[in-house]
T-cell receptor, first 114, second 112 residues
Framework: DTGVSQDPRHKITKRGQNVTFRCDPI?????LYWYRQTLGQGPEFLTY????????KSRLLSDRFSAERPKGSFSTLEIQRTEQGDSAMYLC????????????FGPGTRLTVL | GNSVTQMEGPVTLSEEAFLTINCTYT??????LFWYVQYPGEGLQLLLK?????DKGSNKGFEATYRKETTSFHLEKGSVQVSDSAVYFC???????????FGKGNQVVVIP
């Protein structure tokens, strides 16, 4: 296993379009996290899953954002009706429940909304 | 709430110089503390961690000590190399909570 992978690495879209990102965690990890990072800032927590259950959502996650992890493996993050303010790096991380403080990050998906 | 504050601005220093990056935190209870590093073009990597007061995390010549009395977790390295050029993030995970709270990060540039 080569670590957490994310697809696509880059996405350019027009305002108002919907976009979907995918994250594949490390295979034995049952916890999966989404963060957002804007330029010059640290990552901000969005949401996390334990297996297929979404256990926590940040207030940053507006109604236009939805995340799923249907089979407890990969996860998708969808943004509907994108806005320019959604432009950011979207990071996925995973961890093993017994050591949930240690999160392993993917390379991120950079979203640009024109 | 839970937050992390890192010193302002990039850090530029010469090879073999001593590096310190300050990090202070605000948290309820007893958080775990982390330093993550982001090399150019790569994802965040865990550099070191400490889970309780007075613990010292260390890795690749970097060290940080969990100081509860000063709510700090400063990162140090005695002799930096050009390959240490990266962005360094301090982070905390509140006890019993899974979310990480990050500082803004510090760009470190090491000049040969």
């Amino acid at each position: 296993d080569t670590g957490v992978s994310q697809d696509p690495r880059h996405k350019i879209t027009k305002r108002g379009q919907n976009v979907t990102f995918r994250c594949d965690p490390i295979s034995e990890h049952n916890r999966l996290y989404w963060y957002r990072q804007t330029l010059g800032q640290g990552p901000e927590f969005l949401t996390y899953f334990q297996n297929e259950a979404q256990l926590e959502k940040s207030r940053l996650l507006s109604d236009r954002f939805s995340a799923e992890r249907p089979k407890g493996s990969f996860s998708t993050l969808e943004i509907q009706r994108t806005e320019q303010g959604d432009s950011a790096m979207y990071l996925c991380a995973s961890s093993f429940q017994q050591n949930s403080n240690e999160q392993f990050f993917g390379p991120g998906t950079r979203l640009t909304v024109l | 709430g839970n937050s992390v504050t890192q010193m302002e601005g990039p850090v530029t220093l010469s090879e073999e110089a001593f590096l310190t990056i300050n990090c202070t935190y605000t948290a309820t209870g007893y958080p775990s503390l982390f330093w993550y590093v982001q090399y150019p073009g790569e994802g965040l990597q865990l550099l070191l961690k400490a889970t309780k007061a007075d613990d010292k995390g260390s890795n690749k010549g970097f060290e940080a000590t969990y100081r509860k009395e000063t709510t700090s977790f400063h990162l140090e390295k005695g002799s930096v190399q050009v390959s240490d050029s990266a962005v360094y993030f301090c982070a905390l995970s509140p006890y019993g909570n899974n979310r990480l709270a990050f500082g803004k990060g510090n760009q470190v540039v090491v000049i040969p």
